[in-house]
């Protein structure tokens, strides 16, 4: 399920998913985020549980009381999903939107997955070789972690903004991953059972701040440095974190272009590590480091004007002006 968390006006967050298989009056079916009908699972859920369905049991609000629901919050929003996908199959748009049921993505405001993370945003730094190169490092023998305050988390569409406090702001598009099961000492065979699912973070860093400081929260956390989204998609559509392509593009040109199974250290072993003798909760975010092509390697830094669309093969497009 690719999973997201919207608002309609400025109505309060709600949960919702992209409809599956939907084909939008007669055309092809959506194979963009911006194209697609968003169910709204909770009106969904109480309209199923008027009509007796098993959606009277409690349902999830929001993204972060899914994940730490489990399986049985998990399985009843799949339920939900199931059921309100036939239901646009069979009646249409606009009938559910009259109904309140579903909106186009483009009539929603779009928030993070997981707005303003309650726990932790946890980043890998130099997890690609050929990044920690143009950087003018080794590659590091053991995982590099470092946090991002979880303030910093802004939604798709919204905007990043160039401090006064940077001459050299900088993009770095990434595959995270949110937590879903609480665990201390994770081995590596059994850490990817403890993946709720996967989305996109822009580690947006300023890299004069970065030397500056010498430890890199600083520069990782200024207020909007951590564009997340566009969707949440469950551990069960992506069986291999490792076979994802990922790229970004800056004003449609493409200034990083890898694939995962080019990490050093795969996700598996990143919650491994992190894990040992530390507690990861539901709704913990890791963010798994970057690949080569970094405006600190050309020169090239954002500017006030600049668009950049993250991207990760299967979530999505995360797109994000600068101001």
Partial sequence: MKLLTFRVGRGAPRL????????????????RVDESVVLDLAAIATDLGRG????????????LELVEGGAVALAMVGEVVE???????????????GAKLAIAWGDTRPEAPIPRPARNVFCLGRNYAEHAAERGAEAPK?????????????APGAAIV???????????VELAVVIGTRG??????????????YTVVNDVTARDLQRRHGQWFKGKSLDTFCPMGPVLITADEIPDPQALTISLRLNGETRQSSHTS??????????????????????????????????????????????????????GVLRNPVV
């Fill in 184 to 197: 201390r000492d994770i081995a590596r065979d059994d850490a990817l059972a403890h993946v709720f699912g």
């Fill in 52 to 63: 007796g369905g098993t959606a009277r049991r409690r349902f999830p609000r929001t993204m």
């Fill in 162 to 172: 160039h401090h006064a406090a940077t001459k050299e702001l900088d993009y770095e």
């Fill in 262 to 315: 080019r990490m050093i250290f795969p996700v598996a072993q990143c919650i491994e590590v992190l894990s040992i003798g530390f507690t990861l909760l539901p709704g913990d975010v890791i963010a798994t480091g970057t690949p080569e092509g970094v405006g600190a390697a050309t020169g090239r830094f954002l500017q006030a004007g600049d668009d950049i669309e993250a991207e990760v093969e299967r979530i």
């Fill in 83 to 97: 059921a309100g996908s036939a239901r646009l199959r069979r009646d249409g748009v606009d009938a559910l939107a």
């Fill in 16 to 31: 919702g998913a992209l409809a599956e298989s939907v084909a939008v009056r007669g055309e092809p079916e959506a194979s």
């Fill in 142 to 154: 053991d995982p590099v972690y470092f946090t991002k305050a979880p303030e910093c988390v802004i």
